[in-house]
């Protein structure tokens, strides 16, 4: 069973494996969030279980949560190999000094695990293999013998590293070995495990486990699923983000855009019984799409209710750099506290759907 990336991470971390800094994104909404925490350059890596995605365009770089959000639309349900991007690790930028290479995995030849290490890494290892094979240390480990720390560190020094990180070299090492062994592993590897100010890190990681051995790694099974997405996301041609708590509301707000003049550019269901956070993050990620002109929130609370819906409006306006217009039709369950919200805060709302979407469309042409 292969892992995705960040989950080989998560356990090459737990077992002493610095890692850097990141977390998984299923949204561009949620990149942007991930990049606006981190304050700094990201690496935004697509998280697929063949190799290659480097030199398919599957791994980029953005600068701010903006180019983010940009970089994840582009990556998200892309193709490589094959098999389509459903989620994202974004990731702290790292300062690389240098890279190297580290592997173990099982010799079927020899019947032994066997080592291999490169005092150079990345992407282009395997031609490496093709055109400088002697670069690369290959060591076997006896499986019926313990491998010891200072095996790992005479690795380390056939590698030609420098003297001071022989040490941390070797530990890196005997730990991925250890990894390899205890998870009944067919290849453990980290390339390119990178040097930086912080020390030795794996910036990638992969870990694939014998399938019978699975059933005494349930836990580790169990990582490898992702979570649904919180709504419905379709990116349209028009310039007015149309937001709706159901399909067929959302879809209605779309047909008023449209009959008064104007031009739909999302369909974003947040469906029922959504909270103020999801209405938070839905709001946030249709204002950073950089198409949309207007924003048209079509929402008849019921289960949905409306005092949340201002919430979550008040919190994603408050928190984005980017300052657009919306409209909101808001009526239903709770629908004087949701106003008397909105009111405070001196966002225009309506109660009629037709008046709320021929608002919208009037604001739209006048900006143009």
């Known amino acids: 069973m292969k892992f995705f990336e960040y989950n080989a991470k998560r356990i090459f971390n737990k077992n002493g494996i610095k890692i850097l800094n990141g977390r998984v994104a299923y949204s561009p909404q949620d990149a942007m969030e991930i990049a606006t925490e981190f304050n700094k350059p990201v690496a935004i890596k697509s998280q697929v279980l063949v190799g290659g995605r480097g030199k398919a365009g599957g791994i980029k770089f953005a600068d701010n949560s903006g180019e983010a959000f940009a970089v994840a639309d582009e990556l998200l349900d892309m193709e490589i190999k094959g098999e389509r991007v459903k989620h994202l690790l974004i990731e702290e930028k790292a300062d690389i000094k240098k890279e190297f290479f580290v592997s173990v995995s099982t010799d079927r030849a020899t019947q032994k695990p066997v080592i291999m290490a490169c005092a150079e890494g990345g992407v282009e290892i395997e031609e490496l293999a093709k055109t400088n094979p002697e670069k690369i240390i290959i060591y076997h480990v006896d499986p019926l013998k313990e491998f ?41 590897e980290i390339n390119p495990l990178i040097l930086t100010d912080d020390g030795l890190i794996a910036a990638d990681a ?70 103020d956070e999801v209405i938070k993050k839905a709001l946030s990620l249709v204002l950073n799409y950089a198409p949309v002109k207007v924003v048209f929130l079509n929402v008849l609370g019921g289960i949905t209710r409306a005092d949340d819906v201002a919430r979550g409006v008040i919190s994603a306006l408050e928190s984005s750099k980017r300052k657009i217009n919306i409209v909101i039709r808001l009526t239903g369950t709770n629908e004087e506290e949701g106003q008397r919200l909105l009111d405070e805060a001196g966002i225009p709302y309506e109660t009629s759907m037709e008046k709320a979407a021929k608002k919208a469309v009037e604001i739209c042409k006048n900006l143009e």
Do not use: C
Request: charged share 25%; no cysteine; net charge negative.
């Open 148 to 188: 010891f720390p200072y095996e790992a560190r005479e690795i380390a020094r056939k590698m030609g590293v420098e003297s001071e990180l022989i040490s941390p070299m070797g530990s890196i090492i005997w730990k991925l070995y250890n990894i390899y062994q205890k998870y009944d592993a067919e290849i453990a």
């Open 206 to 275: 992969k870990l694939e486990i014998e399938d019978d051995a699975l059933f005494r790694h349930q836990d580790l099974v169990e990582l490898n699923y992702y979570k649904k997405k919180e709504f419905a996301f379709v990116k349209l041609d028009g310039d007015i983000a149309v937001i709706g708590n159901g399909a067929g509301l959302t879809l209605t707000g779309m047909d008023m855009i449209k009959l008064f003049g104007g031009k739909p550019a999302t369909f974003l269901d947040i469906g029922g019984g959504a909270s």
